[in-house]
């Protein structure tokens, strides 16, 4: 009778412990802990505010990371949109140095629609900041009209809101605080704004442009400080490229400018004859990029061939090279050559001399413009590009084509999709 109470004992102690290892076993190694998702907090500071007529005050945009681990931030967009009745943007937005520039709204397009458009991506993953803490994305300076009156608010368009960090993924936009501002209006009243008819703007350039504005010591809550930026070495003038006429002391500055497409080694099979491309040109010392849009022609030998035109004073400055598939390209150099498709990079120091009024024959076929910006663009390579090419594999109507066919060939192909995938390796515009 003892044996069995004995062996009955044995056997629960054993089925207990099976229970325990059990549990142990799934926990540790069927239900896996849920990863937990990096978040983003945005605020404008400050978060309250009043102008007096004419009165000019700093805005900054503050990012707040949450659960980022080892995380870094390689990408952002976002839209402000400010009360354009009450408030004018009065000077370049700041953004921070480890940050390429691909679009920031300069005053002109900004006080025409209301809005300040800006994306930024982080000019290498060694330089990108971290996901902890707080970071400053952006440092913005409004005017208050002459007789505002009133309130209004400063705010995030929710809908443009976008984050990606290192691991290629989105960061989940949480909290979203604007700035709510009021004004005195001159001769102590209010008086309801009267639209008026503004006149319609030129098409601003959608590159990204900035002069830093001297920076407030004042921090907002949780911000960290940011570095002052250090002095650029002053670039070396290039030697004139052949073709130039002689200086002038003013007028048109003209180009004639040759480049080559990657994946196009001819005349496109396609029948496409003209190409819109972008061209940006940069003063040194100044960081806005004044854009043009015209039509190159294909030539033989997959060579294409356009002309622009600047008003520009003489004065040392850097090319930008965009195209309407295509990663955007900066150069310094008349006639830039590179060892591989996509190697090429400004020697540090070098940019190309320009006189106003002369002519100007520049040769970039030395270089490889790379694909993979495909419309709409947005200055980066991504899985975005990637998927849209694999979801048109095979089409030949013209609205497929006019969007992801890079070598122009007549049909969206393995061949597309192969040259997109080797972008994935530079990734940014090089600004």
Same mark, same amino acid.
């Given at each position: ?11 629960? #102690?054993?089925? &207990? ?47 707040? &990371? ?9 990408? @952002? ?46 000019? *290498? ?20 009209? $002459? ?56 098409? !601003? ?21 940011? *570095? *002052? ?10 030697? $004139? ?5 002689? @200086? ?9 400018? #040759? ?5 196009? *080694? ?42 622009? @035109? ?30 591989? !498709? ?5 020697? $540090? ?48 109507? @013209? ?33």
């Amino acid at each position: 009778m003892m044996d069995k109470k004995i062996k009955l004992i044995m056997l629960l #102690l054993a089925s &207990f412990a099976f229970l325990i290892f059990g549990a142990y076993f799934v926990s540790k190694n069927i239900i896996k802990p849920r990863a937990t998702q990096p978040k983003i907090n945005l605020a404008i500071y400050p978060s309250n505010t009043t102008f007096s007529p004419e009165e000019e005050k700093e805005f900054q945009v503050v990012a707040t &990371f949450l659960d980022g681990g080892n995380l870094k931030l390689t990408y @952002a967009k976002f839209v402000i949109q400010f009360p354009r009745n009450r408030l004018e943007l009065s000077d370049y937005v700041w953004t921070p140095d480890n940050f390429r520039q691909i679009r920031v709204d300069g005053m002109q397009a900004a006080n025409s629609s209301g809005r300040i458009i800006v994306r930024l991506g982080a000019i *290498s993953l060694d330089q990108a900041p971290p996901l902890s803490g707080s970071l400053v994305l952006a440092r913005i300076k409004f005017r208050a009209k $002459q007789r505002a009156g009133g309130e209004g608010e400063i705010r995030f368009v929710r809908s443009n809101l976008e984050f990606v960090h290192s691991g290629e993924q989105n960061i989940q936009v949480g909290s979203v605080q604007g700035s709510r501002v009021s004004f005195e209006s001159s001769g102590g009243q209010s008086p309801s704004p009267t639209p008026t008819n503004t006149p319609t703007p030129t098409p !601003p350039p959608t590159g990204g442009q900035t002069r830093e504005p001297s920076p407030t010591p004042t921090q907002p809550p949780g911000s960290a400080p940011t *570095s *002052s930026p250090t002095t650029a070495p002053t670039p070396t003038p290039t030697q $004139q490229p052949s073709g130039g006429g002689g @200086a002038g002391t003013g007028g048109s500055t003209t180009f004639r400018i #040759l480049v080559k497409f990657q994946g196009i *080694s001819g005349l496109p099979k396609s029948g496409v004859r003209e190409l819109p491309v972008k061209i940006g040109l940069q003063r040194v010392g100044s960081r806005n990029i004044m854009y043009k849009t015209v039509n190159f022609r294909a030539k033989e030998g997959g060579v294409w061939e356009g002309q622009v @035109a600047y008003n520009i004073p003489t004065n040392l400055y850097f090319i930008f090279i965009k195209g309407p598939k295509h990663i955007g390209k900066k150069i310094c150099e008349e006639r830039p050559r590179e060892g591989y !498709p996509g190697a090429y990079r400004c020697p $540090q120091a070098r940019a190309i001399r320009l006189e106003s009024g002369r002519g100007y024959n520049f040769d970039f076929t030395g270089i490889t413009l790379l694909v993979g910006d495909l419309p709409e663009q947005d200055g980066l390579v991504n899985a975005y590009d990637l998927s849209l090419v694999r979801n048109l594999l095979g089409k030949t109507d @013209a609205d497929s084509l006019a969007k992801a066919d890079v070598n122009l060939d007549g049909v969206v192909d393995t061949q597309d999709f192969a040259l997109i995938q080797a972008a994935l390796s530079v990734r940014y515009d090089d600004y």
